[in-house]
């Protein structure tokens, strides 16, 4: 159990590190950088990581899953409306336009993900956490109407992180958001459509 010291220690380890991240990439970024971005010594990362960066990496990733939905609210929860559907996509938009090429979450993926078991436990909670959020948000408009009812939900919502994520790759590849744009933009135009055609 950490004091509250010891809390506010590791964590601005954590944002130091993501930080760092997001300013070199984390192939580039080292623990002397953290340390000296964070003013901690190396024996304070080891005994708040005592599994060296690879630990610190992990953290980093878990506060980022977070920060990856947070960022998204309050319209995440309130996807009542195609205004509501409209602000979330401005939201998701803004958040990776600011973040740029280097995604911490990223790390969690790329360089955690295919062989750690708690990152790919990490990112599946991240991962069905936001698709639930958005099949909920789906099936309001089904009921209202606005979206066609023939629709599976699940899938639906599961096609849309998968774009998402599809152009956070790319932007992350290129330094280009336009494929985040188009795929959130159509999305949402063929989803709309759908309650339409339906109607018709």
């Known amino acids: 159990m950490l004091t509250a010291k010891g809390a506010a220690t590791r964590r601005r380890i954590i944002d130091g590190a993501a930080a760092e ?4 990439g984390a192939a580039t970024a080292t623990l002397d950088d953290v340390r000296a971005r964070t003013s901690t010594s190396k024996s304070q ?8 960066k690879e630990e610190l990496l992990l953290a980093v990733a878990a506060r980022e899953a977070v ?9 995440l929860d309130d996807l009542t409306t195609w205004q ?3 602000d979330w996509r401005d939201a998701v938009i803004r958040r990776y336009e600011q973040q740029g090429v ?20 990490l990112t599946t909670q991240l991962i069905e956490q ?9 099936l309001r408009m089904q009921e209202t109407g606005e979206a066609d009812r023939r629709l599976d939900a699940d899938r639906t919502a599961a096609a849309l992180v ?3 994520q599809g152009g956070v790759v790319i932007l992350m590849s290129t330094g280009a958001i336009g494929h985040l744009e188009a795929a959130l933009d159509t999305f ?7 309650g339409r055609a339906r109607a018709r």
């Open 45 to 52: 990362i080891f005994h708040y990581f005592p599994g060296g």
């Open 188 to 194: 949402l135009t063929l989803l709309r459509a759908s």
């Open 67 to 75: 920060r990856v939905l947070e960022d998204q609210q309050p319209h």
């Open 130 to 138: 936001w698709q639930a959020a958005l099949r909920a948000g789906i």
């Open 21 to 24: 991240i997001r300013d070199k």
């Open 84 to 86: 509501a559907w409209r």
């Open 102 to 121: 280097n995604c911490p979450l990223g790390v969690l993926i790329t360089e955690l993900g295919r062989s750690t078991p708690a990152a790919q436990a």
């Open 162 to 164: 998968a774009a998402v």
